[in-house]
């Protein structure tokens, strides 16, 4: 335009890069969180201590959100009153088809030796050995 200063184009150029910055780095952080959120299709969506008899267990319900079948281990880890760690146990499924739902529990243990568990979702390695 005409008369116009330049220091005012700067400010207008400043502006833009701003606003372009901003809505990249918006459309990063979505991307990101849906990625997030499917990056782990198979998750544990309950789990308890359920106590029979003179027998503890873990158990709960794990499921497939993905469209084919998954094959997971559960480790279950088992600690004391104290927090030391007394042993675990491995549930495998095999081909938990997709979109399933499955109750799983685990082996027998005294009761009152079990104080809390830990529950890991082992889906194998990853594409870099991992």
Known sequence: MLGERPESKGRRRNGRRRWLILIGSAIFCVVVLFELVHAQPVEVTRSHLEQIGGQVYVAGQLQNRAETARAVKLELHYYDRSGHALGLDTLSFEKLPGGAVRNFRGPAHEAGTIAD??????EGRDPYGN
């Open 117 to 122: 568990y830990s529950i890991y979702l082992n």
